[in-house]
Every structure is written in C-alpha cells, then in structure tokens.
C-alpha cells in the first residue's frame, strides 16, 4: 500500500516523518517531473518565505523554471545566488478507509533546492519549455523573434538536492484492525484531464485544430 | 482574455508582473481554496526556505493545514510565530497561440501569508479536513477516538494578507498582431477527474460503495 519508488539525499534533508514514503528511484522522479506543468518555487525576502508557482520543463538533470517572477523576488534570490525550493507535487487518488483518520491521498512529491541561474541559450531553454507544454508544438509554428527572446526569463536549476516522496496502493487495513470489514474501502484514482478545445474568437470556422492538440487531448490524462 | 475576478492586499504584497491579472473578488477566492485539496506550504529553516505540500480545507476566514510537518520545521515555524507562506494553485487550461511566446496557461492563484496557529479544537477542525476530503464521509463513520485525535496535528492559518492572481479566456490575438488568422488559435480546458473506485483487498464483493464516494465520482470535475 505504501510507495514503491527513489533521490538520492544528503543528510539534512532526511525525511523525519514517514521515511517508508521516501523515493530513491531516479526514473519515478523524471516521470513525475515530466508529468506536471507547474511546480512551486519558494525564495526568502526579507527573512520571510514567498512561493510562487511556476512553469517548468526538465532537461537531462536541470529543471527550467518560467513564469511569473514574483515582483523581481526570484530574479534577485537568482542573481544573488540564494537557495531556493521548488516542489512539484502530483496527487493520484484519495484513499478511502473504514476510519476518518485512516483517510489518505495517493501522492508524488519532490522537492529540489539549489541555486538558480540564467540559462545561456534561451532560445533552446524556451523551446524545451514549449515543448513540454505541448508536445510537438514548436515545429507547428516559426521561432521566436529576437525581441520575444529578449522579453523571456528562462531559469534552471540543477537536480543535485532532491528528495522524492510517495504514497500508492489501497488503504491501510488489517484483519485485525477492529474496523468493520463488511463496508467498502478502496482508493478513487484521480488524474487531470484535457477538455475539449475551444477555439478563439479570430479562428476562422474551418481551420483546423493542430496536430499537437489533437495528440494532447486524446492521450489520456493529462500527466 | 485576461482575468475577470478581485482580494484587498497590502502594499508590501502588490503585484508588480501582469498587475492586470489580479483578483481582488472574495468569493473567486473561496471558489479556488474550496475547490482545491492541496497547497504549498514554504517556510524559512536557517536562513533557506522549504516548500511542502500539505492537504487544507477553509473554514471562514481561515485555512486548516493537514500533513507533513516537514520534519518538525512547521512546527517550529508555528510555535515561533514566523511567517510562512501558503501557496494554492488552479491549472485551469493551456492557451494555445499563434506564437509560441503567446502560449499561457489559464490558472487562478493564490498565496495567503501569515503565522500559523494550533486549532484549539482538533477534533472538529479533523472534520472539517475530512469533510473536504469527501464530502458525506465524516456522517458515515465513527468519530475519532482520543488516540487518534492525539496523533493529529492540525494548523490555522487567518486569510488576513493575501494575493490572488488569475488568467481566464482565450488566446491574446487581435486583427493587427501580424500572426496568421487562417490557422486555429484556442483554449484546451484542463481539470482534475475522478476515476473509478477500486476497492481494497479486504472489501468484501458485495459491499456498496459508499454514498459519499458515488457522489464524488459522479458529480463531474474534481475540482
């Protein structure tokens, strides 16, 4: 019932509190990673936390951060090379028991702390951003100009300071448990699902939707 | 295309990035805390900041936080009154444009700061988490016993300082922005979805799937 994945993790940050959640599978953390659109970042101002969600695609073992730069806040931690937090967290289901404190939720969660950096190539960094976002999108359209280049941030962060947690599986229970076992207890799945696509307000009636759109929203759930 | 909601900030808070996209609308507030099961919480440990996600519910004008403790640095962030930061995030849909650069994502945000309290009354502020959880379910079981109450920790925090962001509509475009108009621009909406209960190993054959949990699955978006 518990997780089945793994991060390698200094000391510091070992998980105090379930440490049986924690996951050291490399590969689960790309899934989860390439799976999620968003993550949060968190950054210190002034001795006070601010967090801010982002944007994000990962490349080998960085991670790309877009988005909003929370009034400067992330530019600044960037420049002054502070440690910052980024968490991506996927839920998969909520755990349904015989017991109100048996309840639970499926999770993935990772975080990863670091230093961000400007990344050299931007072009590159906004493409694998696109990317991710919508698969096969970039070559549907032109590039970006050099002015659209020179109005974008692009941020990395290295995946060297992870730590990887998750639940899975059915709800804790036991034949011995004194609950009664003649009720219903299980897991309801949970996944995020692409709509239908709506067209805009200038898209002529017979344009097609693109390929990209078609592909996202027949895969299956979104992540 | 861009925001239609509105929650009263301090000047210290003000968004300085896309100030247009800011919702100062209490009920949208409510919409988005409500519907949400998960935040982030980010605290300041030594100087760098931690980021965990914790599952939450709102009663009134506060937040009940529910989860990991993060090994003891929420805790000790409560019971030294530092402020902390607690992040809730809707991905409501992705945009996509005619220009790579104009593809966003549709999303409401909001971060809520403050110092985090004990609940004096844990076990009604364990209802209220498990009632979010799934609505219906605290009337079909027992209550929690003194045991269970005392391994609980649950944390208020008072939505006093908070700033909402949101991005709603359609792709930005207009006649003059030199893009091609014979090719689709739109919305693809996106939203969590309940899959099919699976019911645990000790869950006899005939047992019914609680009401509670019939009535999550079938009342449409998750969230």
């Known amino acids: 019932m518990s997780p089945a994945p793994t991060v390698a993790e200094p000391p510091a940050r070992r998980i105090r509190r379930m440490p049986e959640r924690q996951v050291v599978d490399r590969d689960a953390l790309h899934r989860l990673l390439d799976g999620e659109l968003v993550g949060h970042l968190a950054v210190v101002h002034h001795g006070a936390p601010i967090v801010v969600p982002m944007a994000f695609a990962r490349v080998g ?21 502070e440690t910052v937090a980024f968490s991506v967290t996927a839920l998969d289901g909520l755990i349904v028991a015989r017991s109100l404190f048996d309840h639970s939720m499926n999770y993935r969660s990772a975080i990863a702390y670091g230093v961000l950096e400007q990344v050299a ?21 032109r590039g970006n100009t050099r002015k659209e280049l020179a109005a974008t941030r692009v941020l990395r962060l290295r995946l060297d300071d992870v730590v990887m947690k998750a639940r899975a599986g059915g709800p804790s229970e036991a034949v011995d448990d004194g609950e009664d076992h003649s009720t219903w207890a299980g897991v309801v799945p949970l996944a995020p699902r692409w709509g239908a696509p709506v067209a805009s307000a200038l898209t002529p009636g017979q344009a097609p939707v693109p390929d990209s759109v078609v592909a996202l929203t027949t895969r299956g759930p979104a992540t």
Chains 1, 2 share one sequence.
């Open 61 to 81: 073992d960085e991670l790309l951060l877009h988005g909003s730069t929370g009034g400067g806040f992330v530019l600044r931690a960037a420049a002054e090379r």
């Open 121 to 141: 190539d931007e072009a590159s960094a906004l493409d694998a951003l696109s990317e991710k976002l919508l698969p096969g999108r970039v070559a549907e359209l």
